[in-house]
């Protein structure tokens, strides 16, 4: 079955860079799905950050884009988020997730918390 | 962008009882909406996508309907198992969550 697993620092100092990685298993990450990140503060509810295609085409949320770069690995079956210039309001839950090709989101890592703080 | 707003934010409920939340996106969407449920601790889970459409696996208690700006989601006859967090998401243009329901027992 689809697995997703998200990977890195838990601390990030603030103005500093979030480095996360999603390892896929179950499915390859040159199908014709599209990859994503979704996060989620204590506490709130659901925000999309953006998504990633096989061929390394990205779409981001408006809000976020101009700090966030997904970017994907075809060797490793993985990919990756980048957030620069963190906050505290950059603390939360980071989830990956499998896009189906309909745009839906049909399989989610466990999630890994990432902290601001100095 | 386009805003998704769900309605009630909170809704108390006893097992057994027919529930029903609402969406409503600032833009019409066609049928590109999924609602997922989210329980503390976990990961949000796929129940309905493109309105109406079961994701495998899920009970039919679970129904989605509508198209446009407004979307419902029902579950026919509330389970212990259902006391959770929903949200809807829209995915016609990127992608946009709902703020949540939180249906909680009465």
């Known amino acids: 079955q689809v697995q997703l697993h998200e990977s890195g620092p838990g601390l990030v100092k603030p103005s500093g860079t979030l480095s996360l990685t999603c390892g896929v298993s179950?499915?390859?990450?040159?199908?014709?799905?599209?990859w994503s990140w979704v996060r989620q503060s204590p506490g709130k509810g659901l925000e999309w950050i953006g998504e990633?295609?096989?061929?390394?085409?990205?779409n981001y949320s408006p809000s976020l884009k101009s700090r966030v770069t997904i970017s994907v690995d075809k060797s490793q079956n993985q990919f990756s988020l980048k957030v620069t210039s963190v906050t505290a309001a950059d603390t939360a839950v980071y989830y990956c997730?499998?896009?189906?090709?309909?745009?839906?989101?049909?399989?989610w890592g466990q999630g890994t918390l990432v902290i601001v703080s100095s | 962008d386009i805003q998704m707003t769900q309605s009630p934010a909170t809704l108390s409920a006893s097992v057994g009882d027919r529930v029903t939340i609402t969406c409503r996106a600032s833009?019409?969407?066609?049928?590109?909406l999924a609602w997922y449920q989210q329980k503390p601790g976990k990961a949000p889970k796929l129940l309905i996508y493109?309105?109406?459409s079961l994701e495998s696996g899920v009970p039919s208690r679970f129904s989605g309907s509508g198209s446009g700006t407004e979307f419902t989601l029902t579950i026919s006859s509330l389970q212990p198992d259902d006391f959770a967090t929903y949200y809807c998401?829209?995915?016609?243009?990127?992608?946009?969550f709902g703020q949540g329901t939180k249906v909680e027992i009465k």
């Open positions: 997730v499998r896009g189906s090709l309909g745009g839906f989101l049909d399989h």
């Open positions: 179950g499915d390859s990450i040159s199908s014709n799905n599209w």
């Open positions: 990633v295609n096989h061929g390394g085409t990205t």
């Open positions: 833009q019409t969407i066609s049928s590109w």
């Open positions: 493109k309105a109406s």
């Open positions: 998401q829209q995915y016609d243009t990127y992608k946009t």
